[in-house]
């Protein structure tokens, strides 16, 4: 047992590495109905009082929109 704790813990060290130094991200595109899109790093956030979303895009710059003009909100892998 104490021989395969440092295998284990070398094979968590490189699968965190692996994924740290992957080639892709994971980037939210949010499209409105007007065809507008937003791209963002997080999940849009939704405030149920005011019924918008919250939006930081890629950018830094911020956006609220009403949940009606989103049409549609897409999680995808994204080339660095």
């Keep these: 047992m104490k ?5 284990l813990l070398l ?3 490189l699968a965190g590495c692996a994924n740290y130094f992957s080639n ?6 949010i499209e409105t109905t007007t065809g507008q899109r ?7 956030d939704f405030d149920a009082s005011s019924n ?3 939006i930081e895009d890629l950018d830094g710059n911020e ?8 049409h549609k909100i ?7």
């Design 3 to 7: 021989k395969q704790l440092p295998i």
């Design 11 to 13: 094979v968590a060290l």
């Design 24 to 29: 892709y991200r994971t980037v939210y595109r």
């Design 38 to 44: 937003y791209y963002s790093d997080s999940e849009p």
């Design 52 to 54: 918008t979303y919250e």
């Design 63 to 70: 956006y609220q929109l009403s949940k009606g003009r989103i």
């Design 74 to 80: 897409q999680k995808f892998k994204h080339k660095k």
